[in-house]
């Protein structure tokens, strides 16, 4: 699986966008992009993932780049309640692989 | 609840001592994954059943470690003669057998050797 680079840590305000930004630039063209967070003394959940195009569920919106190597994870109003451990993941799709996690971006949500 | 569940939550125990751990997946899951999880990394890869059978294994999962899934459900994990090394979370993942194969994870068990 390719490899992720994130920033260790970001800051937001409650109430604002919080934007997590990944890069992956030896991605293959058979490798989506997934993320998961982790929320203090929980297991990891899963958020959104995608291949090219832009997806958006009712978490997040993922924002990949044309080229494929980098992304950008959107909680669009960030609460507290989403301070946590982002981790971007590299994966092939359909498969049954394991996820390979990085160290991740702590985002701190603050009043 | 019907999500991942993991027993016991924390475990303390000595050197040399071995432990095992217990994992039960959302019902119908047939795919299910151990990771390990020490502080200020992310999670790491153990070993992975297909129903009962393994089919993948860590590097890290060393001679002390084993696995098991023996009905295709509930899964163990045992760790013998524990080194202080070993102190870490220990998380659980199951998935269904379709291609949208996100994992659904439990609350990890938190294993402090002394």
């Known amino acids: 699986d390719a490899k992720t680079t994130q920033p260790p840590s970001m800051d937001c305000a409650e109430g604002r966008a919080a934007n997590l930004p990944c890069n992956h630039s030896?991605?293959?063209?058979?490798?989506?992009v997934y993320w998961y967070r982790q929320i203090h003394s929980q297991g990891p959940q899963y958020i959104i993932h995608g291949l090219k195009n832009n997806e958006t569920n009712e978490m997040a919106s993922l924002i990949i780049t044309e080229d494929r190597k980098s992304s950008t994870l959107i909680l669009p109003h960030a609460t507290l309640r989403d301070t946590a451990v982002y981790y971007c993941?590299?994966?092939?799709?359909?498969?049954?692989?394991?996820?390979?996690f990085g160290t991740g971006t702590r985002l701190q949500v603050t009043l | 609840d019907t999500g991942v569940s993991q027993n016991p939550r924390h475990k303390i125990t000595k050197r040399g001592q071995n432990v095992t751990f217990r994992c039960d997946p959302i019902s119908e899951h047939n795919r299910l994954y151990w990771y390990r999880q020490t502080l200020g990394q992310g999670p790491e890869f153990l070993t992975y059943f297909q129903n009962e059978a393994q089919l993948e294994k860590s590097r890290l999962l060393s001679d002390r470690f084993s696995a098991e899934r023996p009905k295709g459900s509930f899964s163990t994990l045992e760790i013998q003669r524990t080194e202080q090394g070993d102190s870490a979370m220990y998380l659980c993942?199951?998935?269904?057998?379709?291609?949208?194969?996100?994992?659904?994870f439990g609350p990890g068990t938190r294993l402090t050797v002394l």
């Open positions: 030896t991605i293959s063209g058979n490798e989506y």
């Open positions: 993942a199951s998935s269904p057998d379709r291609a949208n194969n996100e994992q659904f």
């Open positions: 993941i590299v994966r092939v799709y359909g498969t049954a692989s394991k996820l390979t």
